[in-house]
């Protein structure tokens, strides 16, 4: 990939949940099971009526749990804490990734819609500790979530960003239309990478990738 496409990028912003760590590892599955098991807990509801509507308010809302909050006004940071309480056994360190990411010239930051504190458990366990500048959870936007504009707009103000010298990597091509629509440059990261007139580039080697622009 020509690395003159990314020659004025200064601040790099990457996801975390299936962008710095392989799908495989199948991580965010556990963290489905329990945002189901929340749902029932909370509205009374069965597992195939809760199932539903974590992906319903997933789909309308941009995250379960924006759902949750502008239907059933829940307290998210309860929420937040017991559903990312899981198994980070699956992770292993990537030293090639970790050694990617630094190699890059200006800041490294990631961006979630999980948790802050859960960001920071992962990118510890796949050694990529002290590679980022900054960490930035669903709650550093005021619990607006991706692909709200909103919410990039409030995370790239916490930082300090200037969105037309920046690039953003995700698996979620819905979270890329907003940043594109910002002036960052796109890239979507995943096994079968997808095209839309938002994506600059994609790749199913985000090391690679990232390789080929040092």
Same mark, same amino acid.
């Given at each position: 990939?020509?690395?003159?496409?990314?020659?004025?990028?200064?601040?790099?912003?990457?996801?975390?949940?299936?962008?710095?760590?392989?799908?495989?590892?199948?991580?965010?599955?556990?963290?489905?099971?329990?945002?189901?098991?929340?749902?029932?807990?909370?509205?009374?509801?069965?597992?195939?009526?809760?199932?539903?509507?974590?992906?319903?308010?997933?789909?309308?809302?941009?995250?379960?749990?924006?759902?949750?909050?502008?239907?059933?006004?829940?307290?998210?940071?309860?929420?937040?804490?017991?559903?990312?309480?899981?198994?980070?056994?699956?992770?292993? &360190? =990537?030293?090639?990734?970790? *050694?990617? @990411?630094? $190699? #890059?010239? !200006?800041? +490294?930051?990631?961006?979630?819609?999980?948790?802050?504190?859960?960001?920071?458990?992962?990118?510890?366990?796949?050694?990529?500790?002290?590679?980022?500048?900054?960490?930035?959870?669903?709650?550093?936007?005021?619990?607006?979530?991706? &692909? =709200?504009?909103?919410?990039? *707009?409030? @995370?790239? $103000? #916490?930082? !300090?960003? +200037?969105?037309?010298?920046?690039?953003?990597?995700?698996?979620?091509?819905?979270?890329?239309?907003?940043?594109?629509?910002?002036?960052?440059?796109?890239?979507?990261?995943?096994?079968?990478?997808?095209?839309?007139?938002?994506?600059?580039?994609?790749?199913?080697?985000?090391?690679?990738?990232?390789?080929?622009?040092?």
């Amino acid at each position: 990939m020509p690395k003159q496409y990314f020659s004025h990028v200064d601040t790099w912003v990457f996801d975390l949940d299936n962008t710095l760590y392989p799908p495989h590892v199948r991580l965010f599955d556990q963290i489905e099971r329990r945002m189901t098991q929340y749902v029932m807990d909370v509205l009374g509801v069965d597992r195939a009526r809760a199932n539903h509507l974590r992906h319903e308010y997933w789909r309308k809302h941009g995250t379960t749990l924006a759902g949750l909050m502008r239907e059933h006004d829940i307290d998210p940071a309860p929420y937040l804490v017991d559903v990312h309480d899981i198994s980070f056994d699956g992770l292993e &360190p =990537d030293a090639a990734l970790d *050694a990617s @990411i630094r $190699a #890059l010239s !200006g800041r +490294k930051i990631v961006y979630t819609n999980g948790s802050a504190p859960y960001a920071a458990k992962v990118i510890e366990k796949r050694g990529l500790g002290g590679a980022f500048d900054a960490v930035y959870g669903v709650e550093n936007a005021g619990f607006l979530p991706k &692909p =709200d504009k909103g919410a990039f *707009a409030a @995370i790239f $103000a #916490l930082d !300090g960003l +200037k969105p037309d010298r920046a690039a953003m990597f995700e698996d979620d091509i819905r979270n890329l239309e907003a940043p594109h629509a910002m002036g960052l440059r796109t890239v979507h990261v995943a096994p079968e990478p997808e095209t839309a007139a938002y994506i600059h580039h994609s790749t199913d080697d985000l090391t690679e990738f990232l390789k080929c622009l040092v």
